[in-house]
Structure formats: structure tokens, C-alpha cells
């Protein structure tokens, strides 16, 4: 069963930066999507980004342009860089990833908050 961890959210101004990372318990080689969910409070969670194995990358609209979804494949990580942070992207961001292991279904890890001030 894969495990995920995710680190880096905390507190920044709007306008700021941050880079999230998440660590993968099993060979990201072997995963058919990468991807980072997050939930703000009230609301519905939403794909933030996928990174296919193949290296092919999607966005969120209201992210895009913003937001960079990479991967370590020898360390076994994943990354969210996010830059030009609006308060609207205050939420719980998750790591999840997708697999023959996982039966194409999300895995999910437990999630590291992420709060941009105004």
C-alpha cells in the first residue's frame, strides 16, 4: 500500500511563494499519475495538478501559469511549486498519486495546510 507525506504549507502573504513536497513510499516509476488535490473549508476538493509518467503536466485554470507540479524520480518525490500565492488558495493541499496498486483510484496522503493572508 503506497504511503504519502506531504511537507513544506504554512503561513505566507499573498504574492508570496511556496513549495510543497511529498514523499512516496513506493517507486514513482511505477505510478501512472502524480498529483496534488487540495479542499478549502466549505468547499469540494479539486485537482490542482497531474503529472502523467509520461511527463505530461495539467493545471487547474485558476493555478495555471502559477503553478509547477515536478518530480524526483530518484528520490522518490513529488513537488508543487507555488508562486504568486492569492488568498484563494488557502486550503488543505494533498498528495495523491494513482497506480495498478491503488486500482487507478487516488491515494491520498493526510495533508499539509496551506493559508495565504491577504
Known amino acids: 500500500q503506497v504511503q504519502l507525506v506531504e511537507s513544506g504549507g504554512g503561513l505566507v502573504q499573498a504574492g508570496g511563494s511556496l513549495k510543497l513536497s511529498c514523499s512516496v513510499s513506493?517507486?514513482?516509476?511505477?505510478?501512472?499519475?502524480m498529483g496534488w488535490h487540495r479542499q478549502a473549508p466549505g468547499k469540494e476538493h479539486e485537482l490542482v495538478a497531474s503529472?502523467?509518467?509520461?511527463?505530461?503536466?495539467g493545471y487547474l485554470g485558476s493555478v495555471k501559469g502559477r503553478f509547477t507540479i515536478s518530480r524526483d524520480t530518484a528520490k522518490n518525490m513529488v513537488y508543487l511549486q507555488m508562486n504568486s500565492l492569492k488568498p484563494e488558495d488557502t486550503a488543505v493541499y494533498y498528495c495523491?498519486?494513482?497506480?495498478?496498486?491503488?486500482?487507478?483510484?487516488?491515494?491520498w496522503g493526510l495533508g499539509t495546510q496551506v493559508t495565504v493572508s491577504s
Open positions: 503529472l502523467a509518467s509520461s511527463g505530461s503536466a
Open positions: 513506493v517507486n514513482i516509476a511505477s505510478l501512472t499519475l
Open positions: 495523491t498519486v494513482q497506480s495498478a496498486d491503488t486500482h487507478w483510484t487516488w491515494a
